[in-house]
């Protein structure tokens, strides 16, 4: 069956610095991928997504490059903000079929 | 409204007792989800319909986990004789079609807390 496996958390990172949250998948077919964030007190929001294979999604200075070849979905920032502390889901889902989640990864960002 | 939203936001029962928690999703949106979301577990799916068809269920123990759908946009998840392993953030989710690239839009959750 599809399963998505995550970096556990949690992250603590200083402002400004690097962030990468490693993401991989096993999946029957050619899943679309997706990142989605959860922001204290709220629910879970899409974030950015691909579609098909070296596909690049990207929002708010996030990226993620869909990988066919090491079935991966690795989550980028260059410089990351106090505002982007929060909970990161990785997913994929195939068509027809439901969305499957990762375990989340907690972000905390230090000012 | 234009979001999904989900009612109570918190709800504190006793063991053994039934709980109903209820979705009212996005009008026109086909596919619902619930989800449990536990700190450490992430997040579990445990229903999964297309239109009124209960597509697939799972759980633990499925048998206590049901969701019915009398309308469209409005899904209740019923979970009988709660346990203690049952307190969690029970999420709910929609989309507009069951095709794999189509964004899900979740509910705040309720945080459902057997004591």
């Known amino acids: ?111 | 409204g234009a979001g999904v939203s989900q009612s109570p936001r918190y709800k504190v029962a006793k063991r053994g007792r039934d709980v109903a928690l209820r979705c009212d999703s996005i009008s026109g949106h086909v596919t619902l989800y619930w989800y449990r979301q536990t700190l450490g577990q992430g997040s579990e799916v445990l229903t999964y319909s297309q239109s009124d068809a209960q597509r697939d269920k799972s759980g633990r123990p499925s048998g206590r986990f049901s969701a019915e759908r009398p309308e469209r946009s409005v899904s209740t998840l019923k979970i009988q004789r709660t346990e203690q392993g049952d307190s969690a953030v029970y999420l709910c989710a929609s989309s507009l079609d069951g095709a794999g690239g189509t964004e899900a839009f979740f509910g705040q959750g309720t945080r459902l807390t057997v004591v």
């Not at chain 1, 997706?34 to 579609?51: I, S």
């Not at chain 1, 070849?69 to 903000?81: A, I, N």
């Open chain 1, 1 to 111: 069956g599809d399963s998505v496996t995550q970096m556990e958390g949690p992250v603590t990172l200083s402002e400004e610095a690097c962030l990468t949250i490693n993401c991989t998948y096993t999946a029957t077919g050619y899943p679309s991928l997706f990142w989605y964030v959860q922001y204290p007190g709220e629910g879970l929001q899409l974030l950015l997504k691909a579609t098909k294979a070296d596909d690049k999604g990207s929002n708010k200075g996030f990226e993620a490059t869909y990988r066919k070849e090491t079935t991966s979905f690795h989550l980028e920032k260059g410089s990351v903000q106090v505002s982007d502390s929060a909970v990161y889901f990785c997913a994929l889902r195939t068509s027809g079929s439901r969305l499957t989640f990762g375990e989340g990864t907690q972000l905390t960002v230090n000012p």
